[in-house]
């Protein structure tokens, strides 16, 4: 969803940007504006599927997401967990708006923290969640942690 806004702006920015209309700048917005048009159509929310439940253990083991009760449980909320070369590279695209349906429910990214892998809980306090994902960055030491309010 961002991503599509954010193209949109770019387009209707190219289209300021010309001078003289002529029959091929026409030619050539029109092709912008239909190519957002497909890229809207292709693009669809993240969905997540919980394949595990537990702790660090089930995350390592787990090629799907996984239900991380100890985190879960403590925060009162549910809360996924998965590495990032298992799956979780996919969360790493999510934007703030962004749509994401985790185990058939529809959610909304709502806030996005860069937190320190394997941190404590103070990290993400003040987030508000009623549900969050969290996967490793590529420098391994550090996790994004996504915030969701459903949908």
């Not at 029109?30 to 159509?41: K, L």
């Not at 919980?50 to 702790?55: A, F, L, M, Q």
């Not at 708006?97 to 529809?106: N, Q, T």
Request: net charge negative; proline share 3%.
């Amino acid at each position: 969803m961002a991503h599509t806004a954010r193209k949109i702006l770019t387009t209707l920015a190219a289209a300021v940007a010309i001078t003289a209309v002529t029959p091929a700048a026409v030619e050539a917005y029109d092709a912008n504006i239909s190519e957002t048009a497909t890229v809207a159509s292709v693009e669809g929310p993240v969905v997540v599927s919980s394949d595990c439940v537990g702790g660090q253990d089930e995350i390592d083991t787990c090629v799907g997401a996984t239900y991380y009760a100890p985190v879960a449980d403590y925060l009162g909320v549910p809360y996924y967990a998965q590495h990032n070369g298992k799956g979780g590279e996919a969360w790493l695209s999510l934007e703030v708006g962004d749509e994401v349906i985790v185990d058939g429910v529809s959610y909304t990214v709502d806030t996005i923290r860069t937190v320190s892998t394997g941190g404590d809980l103070e990290q993400i306090a003040g987030m508000g969640g009623a549900a969050y994902l969290q996967t490793c960055l590529d420098d391994a030491i550090h996790s994004n942690v996504y915030a969701l309010t459903q949908n």
